[in-house]
């Protein structure tokens, strides 16, 4: 996955940071835009997450920093609501007239609230996707409530807003009260996918209740079981990346995938060492997958490790060449199942003579048959078994042609 770093001009001339996340082919079939939390900002780890999963669907995603929140310029009171909502306009047409107009709308909390508005200004919009959104935007002043007397009084004060300090003023606040949410959402009528933890202790689950309830289909929920309002557990963020990922495809016309290859070769890989520590994204042919090492070695664990894919390649291979000999003799093989297990052992330990003893990958793979099968015909598959191409190719040497591209 490629990732690049924009700076985005807003109605008022400041500059918003923004990072655009590109498909490991980087061709993306369409863009999103995601909307950040209430005081978070876009290098929240549920927000990178997200992003990252949504790409492994094909699409471009930009995740940006609103007013006076991350690294955009700005001061915090001036990012209101209406602020938000403008910001989101300002990254919409940035994308349209240096990439492609964005067709998907992703929100946060209150981001949530604000794609839901946002959309319903943008007719290059086809969906939106809320997270924990709350039904009305002056759900969010109970988080600074206690300063309301105060911005009265003296008309700018600072508050703690979880635990950091915010300046805000009046018009910061009297802001919340301009937008009718809940007209706007009746109004929408975009496909509209509202995801919401029934344990969300910031923004209730009645949000996510009276949201669908306005809302005119095609509309749909899904809950986040056991996940906090921050989505602080990366299963969390991850499952509801490929919720939205899935999704949407109902909705978009498919598009051919390219492959990012301009010699045919069979597949591609990309790893970003900044950000992505081990997670590599790879496309084969047309399908997509992601390799990554567990977190017991410092890795995130969003895919298989790549010995884990050898593994797999091996089970592939061993049922394909047992279905395609079993069909062609007509015998009832219905079913197989494979385990395999690589390890290391030493020359002693496997039992072969050689001149260095030394430790060798060493596959221990178990085969379950499944049919109506004699004892000769179970002989003969476990002996075809050994034959499939994958098979063969680990148990002869390999040779290798390495090389630098521009």
């Known amino acids: 996955m490629k990732r690049s770093t924009l700076t985005i001009p807003n109605k008022k001339g400041q500059q918003l940071n923004a990072v655009l996340e590109l498909p490991v082919n980087q061709k993306p079939n ?11 900002s876009s290098s929240l780890s549920a927000v990178r997450n997200i992003s990252k999963v949504l790409t492994n669907y094909g699409f471009g995603v930009v995740r940006f920093d609103f007013t006076g929140l991350g690294k955009s310029e700005g001061k915090f009171q001036e990012s209101h609501f209406s602020a938000n909502v403008s910001d989101l306009i300002a990254v919409s047409d940035y994308m349209q007239q240096h990439y492609q107009a964005p067709s998907l709308l992703v ?4 981001g949530g609230a604000a794609v839901i508005t946002a959309a319903s200004k943008l007719s290059n919009v086809k969906a939106v996707a809320t997270i924990g959104a709350p039904a009305e935007v002056e759900h969010v002043t109970h988080l600074f409530s206690h300063g309301l007397h105060e911005v009265e009084e003296k008309g700018e004060v600072e508050v703690n807003i979880g635990g950091r300090p915010f300046k805000i003023n009046k018009d910061f606040v009297s802001d919340f009260g301009k937008t009718d949410l809940p007209s706007i959402v009746k ?19 009645k949000n996510a209740e009276k949201i669908y309830i306005n809302a005119r289909h095609p509309k749909s929920f899904v809950t986040l079981d056991n996940a906090d309002h921050l989505l602080t557990n990366p299963d969390d963020s991850k499952y509801a990346g490929n919720i939205i990922g899935t999704w949407v495809q109902r909705y978009f016309s498919k598009k051919e995938n390219v492959n990012l290859s301009l010699n045919n070769e069979q597949a591609v890989g990309h790893l970003n060492l900044v950000e992505d520590n081990f997670t590599t994204n790879i496309k084969v042919s047309n399908h997509k997958l992601i390799a990554d090492e567990p977190a017991s070695v410092d890795g995130y664990d969003f895919g298989p490790s790549p010995f884990d894919y050898l593994n797999a390649a091996l089970i592939a291979c061993t049922t394909m060449t047992l279905k395609m000999y079993a069909n062609r003799k007509n015998w009832d093989l219905q079913e197989v199942q494979v385990h395999v297990t690589r390890t290391k052992k030493t020359s002693e330990e496997i039992g072969i003579d050689v001149e260095k003893p030394n430790r060798h990958d060493f596959f221990t793979k178990k085969i379950k048959l499944i049919g109506n099968l004699d004892e000769d015909q179970r002989k003969r598959l476990l002996e075809i078994a050994s034959k499939c191409p994958v098979h063969k190719s680990l148990e002869n040497k390999a040779y ?5 591209i521009d």
Not at 107 to 110: A, C, D, I, Q, Y
Not at 187 to 205: F, M, N, Q, W, Y
Not at 400 to 404: C, D, E, K, Y
């Open 187 to 205: 109004e929408l009528r975009k496909p509209i996918l509202i995801l919401h933890s029934p344990i969300d202790t910031v923004v209730g689950i």
């Open 400 to 404: 290798f042609q390495s090389s630098l």
């Open 107 to 110: 929100g946060h909390s209150l």
């Open 30 to 40: 369409f863009f999103a835009i995601f909307a950040h939390c209430f005081t978070c």
